[in-house]
């Protein structure tokens, strides 16, 4: 039988379970962070990969909207820690930060290795210990979590726990959305896929042809909503920053009618009526395909008006044969792509859904099981990329952290032993070779 003490659980060591440690082990409270990879914040240092976009520069009131559905929740914890506060907590551990043309926020390395390197130096440096290669499995009859380890199973001594296991995308950097089984049915919403691509209805010679081409700066129309940028052909879709952006609204559109209409500007930059004008100059015999080259359209975005027009009835092209163009300038202006599905959670760079709302207590805290508490990408909320995402998991990360500083105060049951000392856990990270 192991001794029962205080000590704190924090499952999952990303940037919530991280943050919540923080506060926690900042307030001397004794924290062990475990976690079923090798090494500690896998996801971080990929999100890292093509620019750490720690958090964005817009005022608060509008960063507050990107969460949506969830703003009221998130807003006392996002104004608690805004996204000035992240920045100087990733300058104060040696990360200068910078605010890109489009208000995201940066770190100058651009890298999240430097910025991890010096956070898991300074909870080290105060005690924090971490348990590597554990994964959570469920709870003890004593009401801890259990893991298993490559020693065997093993419970830790102790009921008071963060869990803070990110959703389901990139399963391979750890976070694999396998707790939704450990907790109580309906007390967690689907997990989806958010930020993500779709697949379309368009014919596979479409995305054979085309994979990898970029339709740069186009802007695309939905539910109401528009998105500008640069939008990927895939194998089977179409993915980019627009693409996410508009995806909530989309995966609900689908989710509702199996389908969603996606309308894309492939000639940004020039109105329709000059449009027109540019494609009725010239020959009066000159082809189709001609015109449209002329006016500066790509073959990809060709491609997509030959099958709007298909799907059309050949309007544009009996508009043409009467010499007036409007109609084929308003399809380029405004060209349909139907979406058949979201891609697949896997492949997306976060999650919807997750623990609800309303299973926890404004701090954060499980209802049902008091003394565990819930934050980061795990929680239901979701948000565009921009710098979004991040902030919320360590606005929450902290929240659950300072929700379990006060639950324990309220409880002022002492210190009690750790089981730190006693060696039951590994006090040293496996830190992967660039960190190390
Ligand atoms: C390619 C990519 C790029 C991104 N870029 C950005 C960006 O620039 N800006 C931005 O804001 N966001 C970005 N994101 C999203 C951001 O990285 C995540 O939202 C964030 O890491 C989530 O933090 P978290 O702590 O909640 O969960 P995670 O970072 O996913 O951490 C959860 C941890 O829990 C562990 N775990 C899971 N299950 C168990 C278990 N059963 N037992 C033990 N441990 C477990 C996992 O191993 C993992 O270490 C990006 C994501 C991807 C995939």
């Known amino acids: 039988m192991q001794k029962e003490t205080n000590d704190i659980a924090v499952i999952g060591a990303g940037p919530a379970g991280l943050s919540a440690a923080e506060i926690l082990s900042e307030a001397g409270h004794a924290v062990v962070v475990y976690d079923q990879m090798p090494s500690p914040a896998r996801k971080f240092l990929m999100a890292g990969r093509s620019g750490l976009n720690l958090t964005h520069a817009e005022p608060l009131a509008g960063f507050l909207t990107r969460y949506g559905a969830a703003k009221d929740w998130l807003a006392p914890c996002v104004t608690a820690f805004p996204p000035s506060a992240l920045r100087r907590w990733a300058e104060a551990l040696g990360q200068p930060c910078f605010t890109g043309s489009s208000g995201r926020v940066f770190p100058e390395a651009m890298k999240a290795s430097p910025l991890l390197r010096a956070w898991l130096a300074r909870l080290a440096a105060r005690g924090v210990v971490f348990a590597l290669r554990h994964r959570w499995i469920g709870w003890s009859e004593g009401g801890g979590p259990c893991f298993e380890t490559p020693a065997g199973a093993y419970s830790h001594p102790g009921r008071n726990v963060v869990l803070a296991l990110g959703g389901a995308s990139w399963p391979r950097l750890g976070s694999d959305g396998g707790w939704t089984d450990l907790l109580p049915p309906g007390s967690v919403s689907p997990l989806q896929p958010a930020n993500c691509g779709f697949r379309t209805a368009l014919p596979m010679a479409f995305h054979q042809r085309f994979e990898g081409t970029i339709l740069h700066a186009v802007t695309l129309c939905a539910e109401g909503q528009r998105a500008r940028g640069d939008v990927t052909i895939t194998r089977s879709g179409l993915e ?167 639950w324990l105060a309220a409880r002022q049951d002492g210190a009690g032993a750790s089981a730190i000392e006693g060696g039951t856990v590994s006090p040293k990270a496996d830190l992967p070779p660039e960190l190390g």
């Open 240 to 406: 980019g920053a627009p693409v996410y952006r508009l995806a909530a609204a989309l995966r609900a559109r689908i989710a509702g009618s199996g389908s969603a209409r996606l309308l894309v500007d492939l000639r940004p930059g020039m109105e329709a009526g000059e449009l027109a004008t540019r494609l009725e100059r010239g020959r009066a015999r000159e082809s189709l395909s001609n015109r449209l080259r002329r006016i500066g359209l790509a073959p990809a975005a060709r491609f997509l008006l030959h099958e709007a027009q298909a799907q059309g009835g050949g309007e544009a092209a009996r508009a043409q044969e009467g010499g007036r163009f409007s109609s084929l300038a308003d399809t380029i202006k405004s060209c349909p792509v139907i979406l058949t599905a979201p891609d697949s959670l896997s492949r997306a760079i976060s999650t919807a859904g997750g623990v609800r709302r309303a299973v926890l207590d404004d701090a954060f805290m499980l209802r049902d099981r008091p003394g565990v508490f819930v934050a980061g990408e795990m929680l239901d909320w979701e948000a565009p990329t921009g710098g979004y995402l991040l902030q919320a998991c360590f606005a929450t990360g902290r929240a659950a952290g300072e929700g379990m500083k006060a």
